[in-house]
C-alpha cells in the first residue's frame, strides 16, 4: 500500500495541454525524492 501512496503523489495532471508545465512540475517533485540522483548513477 505505501507503494501505492508514494506513485499517486508523483502522479501529475496535465492542464489546458500545458505538457511543459506538468514536466516541469514532475521533474521538480523527483528531484526532491532525489530519484533523479539514483537514476543517474544506475545509469552511468
Not at 9 to 27: F, H, K, P, S
Request: hydrophobic residues 40%; proline residues 0%; positive net charge.
Amino acid at each position: 500500500m505505501a507503494k501505492h501512496l508514494k506513485f499517486i503523489a508523483r502522479t501529475v495532471m496535465v492542464q489546458e495541454g500545458n505538457v511543459e508545465g506538468a514536466y516541469r512540475t514532475l521533474n521538480r517533485i523527483l528531484t526532491t525524492d532525489g530519484l533523479t540522483e539514483v537514476i543517474s548513477r544506475r545509469r552511468y
